[in-house]
């Protein structure tokens, strides 16, 4: 089975422009989470969507956001870049939903993609 | 909402030694905790986790143990190897929509 993938992997944008990042889940996971990742901060969680909706949402302002489509892939939108906003960004993906009344989150990460704002 | 606090930030041990590292977590209904390993430059990789209704999970030189009455958790390496060194992040998953929040984070070095 093919990993989570990420495109683009690297991207440099300059301040005020938007950035639309994709991720691609692993076959038949229905659930997928993107993070922010910095030196400083760790992995602070922006959204999950599944089966096309977000269900949970972190504390990001409302330039970030994102969509999920029919079959499952997501992309992520970044609306009028600052300078904080370079990051690495994740995606991950798990089946989501229960099995047996057991929450089935188990994640697996892709790449990244590596954005620069200048 | 969840809190989750991880200590310590850096961890150095001699190879063998055990590393123990350990997440509070604020929130008494989360109820799955997993453990991630980070590598220099690669995408974070789960490696253990447990669910509330175990007090303990053991895979190998890797061991997880919760206390939910303390509401902590905490990552045991036993046997350490110089692979071993890497960012280790812990989380905890709560809500009826399982709503993540993750540690900070702990750089953990093995030294040869």
């Known amino acids: 089975k093919a990993g989570v993938t990420q495109t683009p992997r690297y991207l440099i944008k300059t301040r005020g422009q938007q950035v639309t990042l994709s991720c691609s889940p692993i076959s038949g996971h229905r659930s997928v989470s993107w993070y922010q990742q910095t030196p400083g901060q760790g992995l602070q969680f922006l959204f999950e969507?599944?089966?096309?909706?977000?269900?949970n949402k972190g504390n990001f302002p409302g330039r970030f956001s994102g969509r999920q489509f029919s079959n499952s892939r997501s992309e992520m939108n970044v609306s009028t870049l600052e300078l904080g906003d370079s990051a690495l960004y994740l995606c991950a993906s798990s089946l989501g939903g229960l099995a047996g009344g057991i929450s089935r989150n188990e994640q697996f990460f892709g790449p990244g993609t590596r954005l620069t704002v200048l | 909402g969840e809190n989750v606090e991880q200590h310590p930030s850096t961890l150095s041990v001699q190879e063998g030694d055990s590393a123990v590292i350990k997440c509070t977590y604020s929130d008494s209904a989360s109820n799955y905790f997993p453990w991630y390993k980070q590598e220099l430059g690669k995408r974070p990789q789960l490696i253990i986790d447990?669910?509330?209704?175990?007090g303990e999970k053991k895979d190998q030189r890797i061991a997880v143990t919760l206390n939910k009455t303390a509401k902590h958790f905490s990552l045991h390496i036993t046997e350490t190897q110089p692979e071993d060194s890497a960012v280790y992040f812990c989380?905890?998953?709560?809500?009826?929509?399982?709503?993540?929040?993750f540690g900070t984070g702990t750089k953990l070095q093995v030294i040869p």
């Open positions: 447990i669910r509330s209704n175990v």
């Open positions: 969507y599944f089966s096309e909706t977000q269900r």
């Open positions: 989380a905890a998953y709560s809500g009826g929509y399982q709503k993540v929040t």
